[in-house]
């Protein structure tokens, strides 16, 4: 026993100093190697589901999926907001769809942008209630200017505790409760929370869907954020690349789902963490990128949808102020385009009450005709049966003639003579003329010869058809005539 205590005596020292040194090897590791978190962001979707574009074919969730999957560092994937568009029948089965697909995506967080407080609460709350993903908000209260969404969410990742905070623009709205909400003003939130967000993680994220000046004014005053991720900014560019200001590093998103936002952050671990060296840009899902199956099965189940649903045709009103799928009957709803039918029937403007479709164009412009059903345009429709999106109403108004104007398009169906880009898309509907040349004694709205840019510009935006220039493309759809007809 004694010839024990005399070696444990002996030894202990060692063992202890081993051990200590051990401890300080794996404490200097841990500082030394660098930890990769990525995060993807998407903002201002705007219930893009698909593939879509005039020149790139560009987006969809299908290709969203497989760029995260193909991701080789642990990874989170939120939305800035916007998501959604709008209210309307097919609008709400299209965000619908969109919460399905991220749920399968795997997304973490989903902070509510512009595009869904306008949507007022009762259909918020029914989308929420689809999404996997927790709503977050800091500055989306009630009439009593109380939240009504958690104003963050804490993930953790990789050992990582990350605190993501969501705020929106409320540059655009005043201090007043608009369908159930009153936007707070987005500088002092992210200011509150940021703080109380510190003291629970190892780093703070905020999801801004708004404006540059919001975006800068709020790194500038909390130099806690160590992220910013951005939407709904004037300045977007596909190209966009992280830029930092002060110890934050901002990075923004945009593009209605044709690019997906990565950063990568490398992570030193200490206390506290630190991000030692960061990469971030947005990917272009292009053709390179596989359609993820299971995204598709999901899409597939919608265009079945779309197939079986009468969209042009309203759904009975049910008594608590919506349709039968959820289309809310209030001003925000209220597109351009059906400002202009209004206008147009009130004025009594008989050239925008009845369109006669390309045919009876063609009774005296033959040679006009001829030219013109050999362009792009004449084929617009088949495209989109080609993508299984003829059924598709948001793809109406740049592939058909005159939808939601009154004698325009409503279906393939009970208006097949006008669909694709015809003569009267471009100069006007041609009732009133056909009438006018046979009697000239009843006139009416002239046709117009020749189209302003800013005509073309509706549909070749900058979201479809960026680098979109007159000169250039007018000799593609060119049906003039030497002025002999």
């Given at each position: 026993?004694?010839?024990?205590?005399?070696?444990?005596?002996?030894?202990?020292?060692?063992?202890?100093f081993?051990?200590?040194?051990?401890?300080?090897?794996?404490?200097?590791?841990?500082?030394?190697?660098?930890?990769?978190?990525?995060?993807?962001?998407?903002?201002?979707?705007?219930?893009?589901?698909?593939?879509?574009?005039?020149?790139?074919k560009?987006?969809?969730?299908?290709?969203?999926?497989?760029?995260?999957?193909?991701?080789?560092?642990?990874?989170?994937?939120?939305?800035?907001?916007?998501?959604?568009?709008?209210?309307?029948?097919?609008e709400?089965?299209?965000?619908?769809?969109?919460?399905?697909?991220?749920?399968?995506?795997?997304?973490?967080?989903?902070?509510?942008?512009?595009?869904?407080?306008?949507?007022?609460?009762?259909?918020?709350?029914?989308?929420?209630?689809?999404?996997?993903?927790?709503?977050?908000?800091?500055?989306?209260?009630?009439?009593?200017?109380?939240?009504?969404f958690?104003?963050?969410?804490?993930?953790?990742?990789?050992?990582?505790?990350?605190?993501?905070i969501?705020?929106?623009?409320s540059?655009?709205?005043?201090?007043?409760?608009?369908?159930?909400?009153?936007?707070?003003?987005?500088?002092?939130?992210?200011?509150?929370?940021?703080?109380?967000?510190?003291?629970?993680?190892?780093?703070?994220i905020?999801?801004?869907?708004?404006?540059?000046?919001?975006?800068?004014?709020?790194?500038?005053?909390?130099p806690?954020?160590?992220?910013?991720?951005?939407?709904?900014?004037?300045?977007?560019?596909?190209?966009?690349?992280?830029?930092?200001?002060?110890?934050?590093?901002?990075?923004?998103?945009?593009?209605?789902?044709?690019?997906?936002?990565?950063?990568?952050?490398?992570?030193?671990?200490?206390?506290?963490?630190?991000?030692?060296?960061?990469?971030?840009?947005?990917?272009h899902?292009?053709?390179?990128?596989?359609?993820?199956?299971?995204?598709l099965?999901?899409?597939?189940e919608y265009?079945?949808?779309?197939?079986?649903?009468?969209?042009?045709?309203?759904?009975?009103?049910?008594?608590?102020?919506?349709?039968?799928?959820?289309?809310?009957?209030?001003?925000?709803?209220?597109?351009?385009?059906?400002?202009?039918?209004?206008?147009?029937?009130?004025?009594?403007?008989?050239?925008?009450?009845?369109?006669?479709?390309?045919?009876?164009?063609?009774?005296?412009?033959?040679?006009?005709?001829?030219?013109?059903?050999?362009?792009?345009?004449?084929?617009?429709?088949?495209?989109?049966?080609?993508?299984?999106?003829?059924?598709?109403?948001?793809?109406f108004?740049?592939?058909?003639?005159?939808?939601?104007?009154?004698?325009?398009?409503?279906?393939?169906e009970?208006?097949?003579?006008?669909?694709?880009?015809?003569?009267?898309?471009?100069?006007?509907?041609?009732?009133?003329?056909?009438?006018?040349?046979k009697?000239?004694?009843?006139?009416?709205?002239?046709?117009?010869?020749?189209?302003?840019?800013?005509?073309?510009?509706?549909?070749?935006?900058?979201e479809?058809?960026?680098?979109?220039?007159?000169?250039?493309?007018?000799?593609?759809?060119?049906?003039?005539?030497?002025?002999?007809?």
């Amino acid at each position: 026993m004694n010839r024990l205590n005399s070696i444990l005596k002996y030894f202990a020292p060692m063992l202890v100093f081993a051990f200590a040194i051990g401890l300080l090897n794996c404490a200097s590791a841990s500082v030394q190697v660098p930890k990769h978190v990525v995060i993807f962001f998407s903002s201002e979707t705007k219930n893009e589901l698909f593939v879509c574009g005039c020149k790139e074919k560009l987006g969809g969730l299908a290709r969203r999926k497989t760029a995260i999957k193909n991701c080789e560092y642990p990874h989170i994937v939120v939305d800035v907001g916007s998501f959604s568009k709008g209210s309307k029948r097919f609008e709400k089965l299209k965000t619908e769809t969109l919460l399905k697909c991220y749920n399968n995506i795997g997304c973490d967080v989903i902070n509510v942008g512009t595009n869904e407080y306008r949507l007022g609460d009762e259909l918020v709350r029914y989308f929420e209630k689809i999404a996997d993903a927790p709503f977050i908000s800091a500055n989306v209260a009630d009439k009593n200017r109380e939240l009504v969404f958690p104003p963050y969410k804490i993930i953790t990742v990789d050992g990582l505790k990350l605190g993501v905070i969501g705020v929106v623009s409320s540059a655009f709205v005043k201090d007043e409760v608009r369908l159930g909400y009153r936007i707070l003003n987005i500088e002092e939130q992210a200011a509150k929370f940021v703080p109380e967000v510190s003291k629970q993680c190892d780093l703070v994220i905020l999801l801004a869907n708004a404006r540059d000046n919001e975006i800068e004014n709020i790194a500038a005053a909390n130099p806690g954020i160590d992220v910013i991720l951005g939407g709904r900014t004037f300045n977007y560019s596909e190209n966009d690349r992280p830029t930092k200001l002060g110890n934050t590093i901002i990075h923004k998103n945009g593009g209605m789902g044709k690019y997906l936002g990565r950063l990568r952050l490398d992570l030193q671990r200490a206390t506290p963490v630190k991000i030692k060296d960061y990469e971030g840009f947005n990917v272009h899902l292009g053709d390179d990128l596989v359609d993820d199956p299971e995204i598709l099965k999901i899409l597939d189940e919608y265009r079945t949808r779309l197939k079986t649903t009468d969209f042009t045709k309203p759904a009975e009103d049910s008594k608590d102020g919506t349709t039968g799928t959820g289309e809310k009957k209030d001003s925000s709803d209220v597109s351009d385009d059906d400002i202009l039918a209004d206008a147009d029937l009130a004025n009594e403007t008989p050239a925008y009450l009845s369109y006669t479709g390309a045919l009876k164009c063609a009774e005296c412009h033959k040679e006009i005709y001829n030219k013109w059903r050999r362009t792009r345009h004449a084929n617009a429709f088949i495209t989109l049966a080609a993508e299984q999106q003829d059924k598709n109403p948001q793809c109406f108004p740049c592939h058909t003639v005159g939808f939601k104007r009154i004698g325009g398009f409503v279906d393939f169906e009970s208006t097949p003579k006008l669909v694709g880009v015809q003569c009267e898309n471009c100069h006007g509907g041609g009732a009133a003329h056909v009438i006018a040349m046979k009697d000239p004694a009843k006139s009416g709205p002239a046709i117009t010869s020749r189209v302003p840019e800013f005509f073309c510009k509706k549909c070749h935006n900058d979201e479809w058809d960026a680098e979109f220039n007159m000169e250039e493309k007018l000799p593609l759809v060119d049906h003039g005539t030497d002025g002999t007809e």
